[in-house]
C-alpha cells in the first residue's frame, strides 16, 4: 500500500538480473515434497512402532497377572498336594515355574516385607534393590502403573494373593505378586530403526535430488527453445517459430507462442501498413496546402480561394485519417459487435438513409424477413459506402436499387447502379486500400478515378470481420452490383476477406 492510499504493484526483476532457475526450483520442490513426505512415513512408523511395544508390554503384563491368579486359586503345593495355605510358597512355586523374558522381571512381595526373587534375575536393573520404587509400586492404590528407574520408564502389574475360594487374607496372608517390564530397550530398538530408516531416507533425497535435475533438464529442455527464440526474435523480424513436435504441456506452450507471434507479426503490419499509407496518402494534400499558403498573396479573392482549397485539401486528409483508423480497428477481435436484429428493421433504416446520399431514382430492390446475427452498425456503414460509391458514379435519375435477402444460412445485402460498372482489369484490385479503378469517358477511354480508394477496403474489412464475403457482379459498360454476403448466425472476427465476381 502506497502512502496515498492505492494499492503498489511488485518491481518487475531487472533482466540480466542472477535468480534462481525454473530447474533448480523444480528440484527443490522435489526433494522438499520427499523431504516432507519421508519424514511424515518416519514419525507415523515410528508413532505404530511405540504403540506396538507399549501394547506388547501391556499385553505380558496382563497374561503374567492372568496366568497368577489361576495358579493362586488351582495351584497345589507341592509338599503337601492340597492348595496353598501360605503366601510365601505360593509365590516361590510360581516363581520358580516362570522364565522372564530379558526386559521382564518377576517378584513376590510378603507381608513381612520379605522379597522372593527368581533363580535367573530379569530385566537391566536390580528392582529388588530399590526400595524406593519398590515402595511406590506397593503403596500405588491400582494394579498397575508406571515408575521411573535409573534403567529408565518401568511398566508394572501386581497382583495380591488369594484364597482359593476367592476371599483375601482368610486362610492366606495377604501378599503380592509384582510384575516388572522395562520398555526402554524396546524404544531404543525402535530409534536406532529409525536411524537406519533416516540414512536410507537421506540417500533415497540425493537420488531424488539427482532425478528431478536431471528429468525437469529434459523437460524444461523446449521451453528454453522458447526463451532463446523468443530472445532472438526483434520487430524487423518476427518470421521465426518454433517447431512442434510434441503433443502435450510442453507442445502446447509452442503452439501457443507461435499464435501470439503470430498476432504479433499482423500487429506490426498493420502498423506499418497504416504509417506507410498515411505517409503516402498524406504527402500530397500537404504538398498542395503548403505551396497554396506560401504563394498566397494579398488579394482578398486569391485569399479566398487559397482558403476553400485548403479547407478541402484538409478535409479529405480528415477523412483518409479516419479510413485509415477504421481499417487499423478491423483487426482487433472487437471490431464488430454481434447481435440477432431484424433484417426487414436494418434494411428499411439503410434504405431510408442511403436515399439523402443524391439525387437518384432510390429502389427498394427487395428485403429480407427474419433475424440475422450482424453488427448492424458495420453492416450500415458498409452498404452506405457502396451507396455512395453507386451516386458518384451515377448521374442525377439514374436507378441505384438497394435491397437484402435471407435463407437458412445466409443474410445478403446488395447495391446495384446503371453506372458504366468496373472494368474486369479492375475488379480484384479496387478492394485494396488506395487502389483506383478507371472510369469510362463518353469517348469511350477510360481516365483515373478520384478518391482516397479507400471505401470499398472498408467494407472488404466489414465482410471479414463477419466472416463473409464481398461479390461484385454487373456487366462492364451497364452497371455495377456489390454484395454483402454475410452467415445468418456468424460467429465474426474474421481475418481474410474474401472478394468474389459474379
Known amino acids: 500500500m502506497t502512502a496515498d492510499g492505492t494499492e503498489g504493484t511488485r518491481p518487475l526483476r531487472t533482466p540480466g538480473r542472477p535468480g534462481v532457475s525454473a530447474r533448480m526450483r523444480i528440484m527443490l520442490w522435489l526433494v522438499g515434497v520427499m523431504a516432507v513426505a519421508l519424514a511424515s512415513v518416519g514419525l507415523m512408523v515410528r508413532a505404530i512402532l511405540v504403540a506396538e511395544v507399549e501394547g506388547d508390554g501391556n499385553q505380558l503384563l496382563e497374561q503374567e497377572a492372568r496366568e497368577f491368579e489361576q495358579f493362586a486359586r488351582e495351584g497345589r503345593d507341592p509338599a503337601t498336594g492340597r492348595p496353598f495355605t501360605d503366601a510365601a510358597p505360593l509365590l516361590f512355586t510360581h516363581l520358580r515355574r516362570q522364565h522372564a523374558d530379558d526386559d521382564e522381571l518377576l517378584l513376590g512381595v510378603v507381608p513381612d516385607g520379605r522379597i522372593i526373587r527368581q533363580d535367573r534375575e530379569g530385566g537391566p536393573y536390580n528392582l529388588a534393590d530399590d526400595a524406593a520404587a519398590m515402595r511406590r509400586i506397593l503403596d500405588a492404590p491400582g494394579p498397575s502403573g508406571r515408575t521411573e528407574s535409573p534403567a529408565g520408564e518401568i511398566r508394572w502389574a501386581k497382583v495380591e494373593t488369594v484364597t482359593p475360594g476367592g476371599a483375601r487374607g482368610a486362610s492366606v496372608r495377604p501378599a503380592s505378586f509384582v510384575i516388572a517390564y522395562f520398555i526402554e530397550r524396546d524404544i531404543a530398538e525402535v530409534d536406532r530403526m529409525m536411524r537406519v530408516m533416516g540414512g536410507v531416507s537421506a540417500a533415497a533425497l540425493l537420488c531424488g535430488a539427482g532425478i528431478g535435475w536431471i528429468v525437469s533438464g529434459r523437460i524444461l529442455a523446449p521451453v528454453r527453445l522458447v526463451r532463446r527464440t523468443a530472445a532472438e526474435i526483434t520487430e524487423q523480424d518476427l518470421a521465426r517459430r518454433i517447431p512442434v513436435w510434441r503433443h502435450d504441456d510442453v507442445g502446447e506452450l509452442a503452439a501457443t507462442f507461435n499464435a501470439m507471434l503470430d498476432r504479433l507479426d499482423r500487429a506490426f503490419a498493420t502498423q506499418r501498413q497504416f504509417v506507410d499509407d498515411a505517409g503516402h496518402e498524406l504527402r500530397t494534400p500537404i504538398t498542395i496546402v503548403r505551396g497554396h499558403l506560401e504563394l498566397m498573396g494579398d488579394d482578398p479573392a486569391e485569399r479566398e480561394e487559397t482558403m476553400r482549397l485548403v479547407t478541402d485539401e484538409l478535409d479529405r486528409m480528415s477523412r483518409i485519417v479516419e479510413d485509415l483508423l477504421l481499417l487499423a480497428k478491423a483487426e482487433r477481435s472487437d471490431f464488430v459487435q454481434l447481435q440477432w436484429v431484424p433484417v426487414t428493421e436494418l434494411t428499411s433504416d439503410i434504405y431510408a438513409k442511403v436515399r439523402a446520399l443524391g439525387d437518384r431514382a432510390w429502389v427498394l430492390d427487395g428485403i429480407g424477413e427474419g433475424d440475422a446475427r450482424v453488427d448492424p452498425q458495420r453492416?450500415?456503414?458498409?452498404?452506405?459506402?457502396?451507396?455512395?460509391?453507386?451516386?458518384?458514379?451515377?448521374?442525377?435519375?439514374?436507378?441505384?436499387?438497394?435491397?437484402?435477402?435471407?435463407?437458412?444460412?445466409?443474410?445478403?445485402?446488395?447495391?446495384?447502379?446503371?453506372?458504366?460498372?468496373?472494368?474486369?482489369?479492375?475488379?480484384?484490385?479496387?478492394?485494396?486500400?488506395?487502389?483506383?479503378?478507371?472510369?469510362?469517358?463518353?469517348?469511350?477511354?477510360?481516365?483515373?478515378?478520384?478518391?482516397?480508394?479507400?471505401?470499398?477496403?472498408?467494407?472488404?474489412?466489414?465482410a471479414a470481420g463477419h466472416d463473409g464475403t464481398v461479390r461484385l457482379g454487373g456487366t462492364y459498360g451497364q452497371g455495377a452490383t456489390f454484395e454483402l454476403d454475410l452467415p445468418r448466425a456468424g460467429r465474426g472476427n474474421g481475418r481474410e476477406g474474401q472478394v468474389t465476381s459474379a
Open 379 to 462: 453492416v450500415t456503414q458498409a452498404v452506405v459506402q457502396l451507396a455512395h460509391n453507386a451516386v458518384r458514379h451515377t448521374g442525377p435519375g439514374d436507378v441505384v436499387r438497394v435491397g437484402s435477402a435471407l435463407d437458412d444460412e445466409r443474410a445478403r445485402f446488395w447495391v446495384a447502379d446503371t453506372g458504366p460498372g468496373v472494368h474486369p482489369d479492375d475488379a480484384e484490385r479496387i478492394f485494396e486500400r488506395f487502389a483506383h479503378g478507371a472510369a469510362t469517358t463518353t469517348s469511350g477511354g477510360r481516365r483515373p478515378r478520384t478518391g482516397a480508394g479507400l471505401g470499398l477496403a472498408i467494407v472488404r474489412a466489414i
